[in-house]
């Protein structure tokens, strides 16, 4: 599902590499955590899977598809097939939770009828249903990551990328939305978390990817956050 291939990644300007030679094959439906100091470039793994940033060296290629020589007209539906989760929700804050899932539809040229009735159900899923009228800012922090979520996932991506997604919650609020992402993940969809959560890590159990100065150092299945 996403493969790179002896990947490079310098920035203009920059004399260190982002990502030193790496090579990760992750295959459908796997969960994978991403982890490392900051600053050791799992921003920049997950930017090379999006093509917001493309690889100085080698190949990346998702879902078969060579990222390096994707039209750029292409991007977008590359993109489509990709949710994506942050740290601090991204949700549109004068939108209800509603609208806020309804447009991720809406964009895609999506039939009303469909937005209709696919909304509730994915806000049935995520946890959140009696709360689509609602605005972000009468939610906390835990249900905005839900919705974020739900967002994400309506349009039943094949992966979903969650780059610090437990970052502003509190420990219990994130066992909920780690509970969420491996149901998730149990679809069927290939998820990818870059994360500094050790508990979360620790607790799940699932294959972790180590990187340290733009190098991959450790892939480990059923892994820890640092070393046993
Ligand atoms: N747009 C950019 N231009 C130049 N250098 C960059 C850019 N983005 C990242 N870098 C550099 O690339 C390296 C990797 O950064 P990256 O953001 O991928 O790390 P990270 O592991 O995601 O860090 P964090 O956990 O703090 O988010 C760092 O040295 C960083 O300074």
Not at 48 to 65: P, S
Request: aromatic fraction near 6%.
């Amino acid at each position: 599902m996403i493969r790179f291939e002896s990947v490079s990644k310098t920035y203009d300007g920059q004399r260190r590499a982002a990502l030193d030679r790496v090579n990760v094959d992750i295959d459908k439906g796997e969960f994978v955590f991403l982890v490392g100091a900051s600053g050791s470039g799992k921003s920049t793994f997950l930017r090379l899977i999006l093509r917001e940033q493309r690889a100085t060296r080698g190949k990346v290629f998702v879902a078969g598809r060579d990222l390096g020589k994707l039209h750029s007209w292409k991007i977008p539906a590359m993109r489509r097939q990709i949710g994506t989760v942050f740290q601090d929700f991204r949700l549109l804050p004068n939108k209800t939770v509603t609208d806020n899932v309804a447009f991720a539809l809406q964009v895609i040229g999506k039939p009303q009828s469909t937005i209709k009735r696919v909304v509730p159900e994915v806000l049935e899923l995520v946890g959140l249903d009696g709360k689509g009228g609602r605005l972000p800012e009468e939610l906390s922090g835990g249900e905005q990551q839900r919705v974020a979520i739900a967002r994400a996932f309506v349009n039943r991506p094949m992966i979903l990328i969650a780059d610090e997604p437990t970052g502003n919650l509190d420990p219990a609020t994130s066992i909920g939305i780690m509970k969420l992402l491996d149901r998730i993940n149990r679809a069927d969809t290939t998820v990818l978390m870059a994360t500094h959560d050790s508990t979360i890590v620790d607790q799940m159990r699932k294959r972790v990817i180590e990187l340290d100065d733009g190098e991959v150092v450790r892939d480990q299945s059923r892994g820890v956050y640092g070393y046993q």
